[in-house]
């Protein structure tokens, strides 16, 4: 295999790849390299200047020249607690995904951890067969302005069948919030970025990053988790759960307010397995990321867990009488659409009118 040499910089590293090796730009290959840059000023400090920048030095690629290419491993669901020494989080690139992804042994040149300010220790280890091979990465104290470049001499073989594990661990002590993932380096990630050859060997790309308890592959072809079908409960239009999601825009509210007819559905709802366990991150996960799906958490969630807790014919029911009084059975008023004033006049009719629509938006009956 070839050996290539590496200089470390302040603040990250310089990388000189040898002449038999390389990422082919040009021509039908990549012809763009886009440079992003994070900036984070927290405390909106005005007056910082930035004088960073990469320089690329390149050379006519000869036909024996290896193609290289980066596989992405690690974990997109973080749920970090605030005030803890220690929090793990783990993904594991299986033997049937591998199997899926590499058509023949690839080999890997240099990896590295990406994690934020949280980051305490991170590694990933290469299994064969259910034994350890090698840790490609060992970030025993993560730093997370002066990463680790770690270069395997000689270069490792990684083959079809192989397991990838990611370990994540965390130190929020003196964070007082939750941290998710995100890009802010206020937020978290868990990313390893494994450098291998020949690009080939990995026909539909490199990626195997864990969505809670599954990752790239088990997404594409739809794994279950458990009894969760997690891809025909999110289809709203399926026979299964277009009624459900019909039952609950109709008697869920998105204000806050816990109507007495949404408790029943919500229930049936939060009892499918696909809002259990292991899957509710995920569904959860997939339902925010959209207008339509964030909405629908917000109905399910109209209700709090102690309202739930009763029957709708408990004594301590939700007393809708508290939004509008005169629309709700057992209010004290009455209702002007069923029972309007007999005496009341042309000119008092808008007023009824009036009174009777702020109480429609207020219990949730105009379409949200």
């Not at 790849?17 to 763009?32: A, H, P, S, V």
């Not at 072809?221 to 891809?231: A, D, L, S, V």
């Not at 299964?240 to 408790?263: H, Q, S, T, V, W």
Request: charged share 25%; net charge negative.
């Amino acid at each position: 295999m070839f050996h290539c040499p590496r200089r470390l910089g302040s603040g990250g590293y310089h990388q000189v790849l040898c002449e038999l090796i390389g990422f082919r730009i040009g021509g039908n290959d990549t012809t763009r390299v886009k440079v992003e840059i994070h900036w984070n000023n927290p405390m909106k400090v005005k007056g910082y200047h930035d004088s960073s920048g990469m320089r690329f030095y390149y050379q006519p690629a000869r036909p024996e020249v290896q193609d290289l290419l980066t596989f992405m491993t690690g974990q997109r669901l973080l749920e970090i607690p605030p005030g803890e020494p220690s929090v793990e989080h783990t993904s594991t690139c299986p033997s049937s995904c591998t199997w899926s992804l590499f058509s023949k042994p690839a080999y890997l040149v240099h990896s590295f951890n990406h994690m934020h300010y949280l980051g305490k220790s991170m590694k990933i280890e290469l299994f064969r067969n259910g034994k350890l091979i090698k840790e490609l990465t060992n970030d025993r104290r993560y730093d997370y302005d002066s990463p680790t470049d770690f270069t395997q001499k000689p270069h490792l073989e990684v083959r079809p069948g192989d397991e990838i594990k990611t370990t994540c661990v965390y130190n929020s002590v003196g964070i007082d919030r939750w941290v998710y993932y995100g890009d802010a380096t206020s937020d978290e990630m868990c990313f390893g970025f494994l450098t291998m050859y020949p690009a080939d060997a990995l026909p539909y790309g490199g990626y195997c990053v864990g969505m809670g308890p599954l990752v790239g592959c088990d997404l594409y072809m739809g794994t279950r988790i458990g009894e969760c079908n997690w891809r025909r409960f999110l289809d709203f239009s399926n026979d299964d759960m277009a009624p459900l999601i019909a039952e609950l825009k109709k008697n869920c509210n998105l204000d806050g307010f816990c109507r007495p007819e949404c408790k029943d559905i919500t229930r049936r709802i939060k009892q499918h397995p696909c809002l259990q366990g292991e899957a509710e991150m995920l569904v959860t996960h997939f339902l925010s990321e959209s207008h339509d799906g964030a909405k629908i958490l917000g109905r399910l969630h109209s209700c709090s867990p102690d309202e739930l807790k009763g029957h709708d014919d408990d004594d301590d029911r939700v007393d809708c009488s508290r939004q509008c009084s005169h629309m709700c059975d057992g209010g004290k008023g009455d209702n002007p659409w069923d029972n309007p004033r007999p005496n009341a006049g042309a000119g008092s009719l808008p007023a009824a009118m009036l009174v009777a629509f702020a109480c429609f938006v207020a219990v949730g009956l105009i379409k949200h």
